[in-house]
């Protein structure tokens, strides 16, 4: 059943349940720390409407700059506006923004200790039509390697707004990994965030259902796949099958001591990410798991592959990212279990 | 008010001082940049103990103007001015490269904090200092009293994310933005003119609506005006292109683009930069370039 504590959204297995890009979240959260903080600053690469920095723009159009498509230079000159006490958010797609200025980021960000928070837009297959050039698939990879870089991949737009808020009031460098689509909402204003702390979304609780089971399998989600998950989740617990579901919003830090108390109670793991299995959150999971409680571990995402043109649910059915193949994952790894 | 014949005479004898560091540096470290460094001494000596506004002893006042090195490799002349500045104790000089040293190979602000940026990778100073000026004008409106300086090697303009940066600085009318490029025709395959055509630089700059100089960069008179040109123009940022002599005040290492990016070693080359630099009270009147007339 749904963790209660988490004041999650009561329609959220309802077939109309409300849907909203992850990205608008952001370009609210971004106004609310604008609105907050006078030394928020908005730096864009021609992208301000898509990227949602067109709420922030309108408001406080001289703390705007609009910097054409250069994601090079507008990693470095958030940099510079940062040195002078600034604190700049900049948004591009996560594929040019981590993704071609990776160097700048890692060297005038981060080198440089920087607060600049890095907002990448319509990151994950599910970009779509766009097709395979503009689908991140790698950027938790590139980021997380960077020492004092935080990074952050909501799961819905109420919690994207939250994690911008919160991270505007950090000093660290910050990653936050945005998708395009329309996305489930899943949390509420109630729901508790804080960066760095992973929620237990899901838990077997109808005894009638699961009598006398403890947790067989702990699926750790992040991002847009988190609601699939939970409904992998639920199905599963009508099956009576134990099954928890732990949302990681902070990828780094990651909060190890809930991946291990996990691991440590299930016995099994299922990573789940719209993201190369590589690198990305199954790759955190894995290096936190082989250290500290080793067990069967089944990864969801992309196996080393580029995407393509197609519709958001074609890509993430073809690309091995669907329902079935969570429930899948589950069912193997529980094979897998000694 | 222009340099008086006395305080030239006095820079003079500061530049040779630190070049006399940067070269103690090099040969205590083993390895590192010596060109860049030596020919960019006159104009880092002149911007220190004449042009910026900044206290050594406290450096971190909030109105001090910014330098930003772009080309971080020729930190060497950086750290010997700021330590002959009063910093940190020329002593600490001889630590350049060597581990737990606060003068990394390439500065890092983590271990030296009185440093605005730290720098290596090169084409992204630029953008930084732009970001810097941009900043203080939000804060200050177009009279803002701070001075951005950034540092660019020649042929760090191959680097495309300069154009990008000078492109934005342009459309910003950065009249607090003042670069000095080292115009010393090297880098490190050969000379700038072979390995990637950068002429004409001066129109290249015009064309994205900088204020544009081209100046000697031995010569204390001519960098003075310069220096007091780009202060004076406020609606456009300003780039000070300064024709330097790699290696200036070695002559066997003048000119010559080998000297990029290795320290003196051999007992030979020792010998050259001892005689050089340790036999004369100033190198006034052995270091006017060939391109004073530019």
Redesign the interface.
């Known amino acids: 059943m749904i963790n209660p504590s988490q004041k999650l959204n009561p329609k959220i297995f309802d077939a109309d349940v409300e849907q909203v890009p992850i990205r608008k979240g952001f370009g609210e959260g971004l106004l609310q720390a604008g609105i907050n903080d006078t030394r928020v ?1 908005g730096l864009c690469a021609d992208l301000t409407d898509s990227t949602q920095m067109n709420l922030f723009k309108q408001r406080f159009p ?2 705007f ?1 609009e ?2 498509v ?1 994601e ?2 507008l ?12 604190i ?1 958010f900049i948004t591009s797609y996560a594929m040019f923004s981590p993704g071609r200025n990776w ?2 980021i890692r ?2 960000i981060a ?3 920087r607060p600049v928070k890095i907002a990448g837009s319509h990151a994950g297959i599910s970009v779509g039509q766009d097709g395979g050039t503009h689908q991140a698939l790698e950027d938790i990879a590139i980021t997380r390697v960077i020492p004092r870089m935080v990074v952050i991949s909501p799961c819905d737009a109420i919690e994207a707004k939250k994690a911008t808020i919160a991270c505007a009031m950090t000093k660290d460098p910050t990653y936050i990994r945005l998708a395009r689509e329309k996305t489930p909402i899943i949390t509420t204003d109630a729901t508790p965030f804080v960066i760095g702390k992973a929620q237990l979304m899901f838990s077997p609780g109808d005894a009638s259902k699961t009598p006398d089971k403890k947790t067989e399998v702990g699926i750790i989600a992040t991002g847009a796949l988190v609601f699939k998950a939970i409904k992998v989740a639920q199905a599963l617990e009508q099956l009576g099958k134990a099954v928890k579901v732990l949302n990681i919003t902070t990828i780094k830090p990651l909060d190890e001591e809930a991946v291990w108390k996990l691991a440590q109670e299930c016995g099994a793991i299922v990573t789940v990410e719209e993201h190369q299995i590589a690198g990305g959150l199954g790759g955190a999971v894995a290096e936190c798991l082989a250290q500290h409680c080793p067990v069967p571990i089944e990864f969801v995402g992309v196996a080393d592959k580029f995407g393509q043109s197609g519709t958001p649910n074609e890509l993430i059915e073809h690309y091995g990212m669907g329902e079935s193949h969570i429930k899948a994952a589950v069912m193997k790894v529980l094979l897998r279990k000694k | 008010m222009a340099l008086t014949d006395e305080k030239i005479k006095d820079l003079e004898g500061k530049a040779l001082d630190i070049r006399r560091s940067i070269i103690e540096m090099l040969i205590e470290a083993k390895t590192g940049h010596t060109a860049g460094p030596l020919d960019m001494t006159d104009i880092f000596t002149y911007l220190y103990f004449i042009a910026l506004k900044h206290d050594p002893k406290k450096p971190d006042w909030q109105y001090r103007d ?1 330098v ?1 090195l772009s080309n971080g490799h020729i930190c060497p002349v950086l750290y010997a001015t700021m330590a002959h500045s009063g910093y940190f104790p020329v002593s600490e000089l001889k630590t350049l490269r060597k581990f737990g040293s606060r003068l990394q190979g390439h500065p ?3 271990w030296l904090p009185m440093l ?6 090169l ?2 100073g630029l ?10 004008r ?2 200050t409106g177009r009279t803002g009293s701070k001075q951005m300086y950034c540092f660019l090697g020649d042929g760090e303009l191959d680097e ?2 300069n154009w ?2 000078i ?2 600085a342009g459309r910003e009318r950065l009249g607090n933005l003042t670069v000095v490029v080292d115009r010393n025709n090297i880098q490190i395959d050969g000379f700038t003119e072979d390995i990637m055509p950068l002429n004409p630089l001066p129109d290249k700059w015009r064309a994205f609506n900088w204020h544009v100089q081209e100046v000697d960069g031995h010569n204390f008179r001519a960098i003075d005006e310069a220096f007091g040109q780009a202060r004076a123009v406020s609606d456009r940022p300003s780039v000070i292109i300064a024709y330097t002599i790699p290696g200036k005040g070695v002559p066997e290492f003048e000119g010559k683009f080998e000297w990029h990016g290795k320290a003196p070693t051999t007992p030979e080359e020792i010998e050259q930069v001892k005689r050089a630099l340790w036999n004369v009270r100033t190198l006034g009147g052995k270091i006017q370039s060939e391109n004073e007339s530019a």
């Open positions: 600053v001289d703390r700059i910097m054409g250069a090079q230079n990693a470095s000159v958030a940099s510079g506006m940062a040195a002078m006490g600034k700049p160097e700048q060297t005038t080198y440089n200790d | 910014r930003v890092h602000r983590e605005e940026t730290s720098s290596g990778p084409g992204s953008s930084q200092a732009v970001g810097m000026a941009i900043a203080e939000i804060d495309g994310q990008e940066a492109m934005l």
